[in-house]
């Protein structure tokens, strides 16, 4: 996408595809009060009322038709979606009324816009930040609680304000440096030169700490199901989720393949993933199955490793992948155990013994100590950005103050990346390929 043509009047469909009660099709631009004019009577022209204000009326063809009747809201520059001239209709929301309202807006002047351009213009316009950017694609895909409510504290401006002040802290820092270089006998004491770095160092810390849990519950977690034949996996997917999804059965290896199922964990949309049993087999599809368990838990968020709590403990015939975070679970807690391990929780698929501490161990490795009301830090292109500042704060602490001062520049341009105020146009082009046509 690029920021050309921008000048151009743009229109979309609002609203999701599919047939429903009320649609919206959406103008921006230095023309879309002429446009609104020209196809919409009703006791007033649009561009002859006042901002905020709905007229009803009529939707007009070229000939003169009626297409529909709905409503007409206006809105003026600078206070609107995208700080531009804003017409909004909202009509009867079928699919070949939209259609026909859009195609009319395009024949008297406006363009189709470009997925996400509206929000796009908001940001150019310098209404929203790439934060409040991001956070708005956040809201149109939040899937929980957990994903609407950190879309909406990224809306507010929190995490900005947050980036901010630690900006705040380096320039403090920085104009401090150059001081104590520019007039060396004037001396700049400690506590303008190196408390406020390492408080932007905690700062920062702070935000990456949040940023497994923002890109959890915005994209969701994949959370495996792994162990041995027999050991109560497809009995705790069907417990978690509440219903018989898996199959379970007393004969070993009747998983081969892989069963997904989604659920809400911690407020975090959760993927479940029940695996084929763990075992050395000469059977060519049980030993595909087994591969295929090993992939998928190398490529989760979170695994649980399930060991049957009733039987005679028996450690995996093969090593599970490097680096996976792991939650050990000792099934069928409603038998006699045979092994006692306090580093495993145990769990009865059968009483529901266990599930709160299971979900709340669930919880704690996806969120860890990221508390929910504050903004976190969402996207890998945020995360990046703040690592990079970090980076930077740290090796200025690092250094004497004749050489700290690049990296202190560099950790401004990092955060100035984060926020968008200073950021190649390709990454913000990436951002917005994301969004949907009318957002």
């Not at 898996?246 to 070993?252: D, G, L, Q």
């Not at 393949?257 to 479940?272: I, N, S």
């Not at 807690?333 to 709160?356: F, K």
Request: with cysteine; proline share 4%; glycine share 10%.
């Amino acid at each position: 996408m690029t920021r050309t043509g921008l000048a151009n009047t743009i229109a979309a469909i609002a609203t999701a595809p599919g047939s429903a009660g009320v649609g919206i099709v959406r103008i921006s631009g230095e023309e879309a009060h002429s446009v609104a004019d020209r196809m919409f009577r009703a006791r007033r022209l649009p561009s002859r009322t006042a901002p905020g204000r709905f007229l009803f009326g009529q939707i007009m063809g070229a000939q003169d038709e009626t297409i529909d009747e709905g409503l007409c809201l206006v809105f003026r520059a600078p206070h609107s979606y995208t700080a531009e001239d804003v017409v909004e209709f909202q009509t009867h929301g079928s699919p070949a009324v939209l259609s026909r309202v859009l195609a009319r807006a395009l024949e008297l002047g406006a363009r189709p816009a470009r997925p996400g351009e509206f929000t796009l213009r908001a940001y150019l316009s310098g209404r929203l930040d790439l934060v409040q950017a991001e956070a708005v694609l956040e809201l149109v895909n939040a899937s929980s609680e957990t994903a609407r409510k950190q879309g909406t504290l990224g809306l507010s401006g929190a995490l900005g304000a947050q980036v901010q002040d630690i900006g705040r802290l380096v320039t403090r820092t920085l104009a401090a440096i150059q001081a104590l270089l520019d007039y060396p006998e004037e001396g700049v004491p400690d506590e303008d030169r190196r408390e406020p770095l390492a408080q932007a160092a905690a700062q920062l810390q702070h935000l990456l700490d949040t940023a497994r849990a923002g890109q959890a519950a915005t994209r969701g977690a994949k959370l495996a199901l792994i162990g041995k034949p027999n050991a109560g996996k497809s009995s705790l997917l069907n417990a978690l989720l509440g219903y018989e999804r898996s199959i379970v059965t007393a004969t070993p290896g009747t998983t081969r393949d892989y069963l997904e199922a989604g659920l809400e964990l911690a407020g975090v949309p959760v993927t479940l993933v029940d695996t084929a049993g763990i075992r050395e087999t000469a059977d060519t599809i049980e030993a595909a199955g087994v591969k295929q368990a090993l992939h998928l838990a190398g490529n989760a968020d979170l695994v649980l490793v399930l060991e049957d709590g009733s039987a005679p403990r028996e450690a995996l015939p093969v090593d599970l992948p490097a680096g996976a975070s792991l939650i050990s679970v000792q099934t069928k807690a409603d038998l006699p155990a045979a092994w006692h391990d306090s580093q495993a929780l145990r769990v009865s698929a059968v009483t529901g013994a266990g599930l709160p501490e299971l979900r709340a161990a669930v919880e704690q490795a996806l969120l860890g100590d990221a508390t929910r009301g504050e903004a976190w830090l969402s996207t890998e292109r945020q995360a990046d950005a703040a690592r990079r500042a970090l980076g930077h704060v740290q090796a200025a602490q690092a250094l004497p103050d004749d050489l700290a001062g690049y990296e202190l520049e560099e950790a401004l341009r990092a955060l100035a990346e984060l926020t968008g105020r200073d950021v190649q146009e390709d990454v913000v082009d990436a951002v917005f390929a994301n969004f949907c046509v009318g957002k």
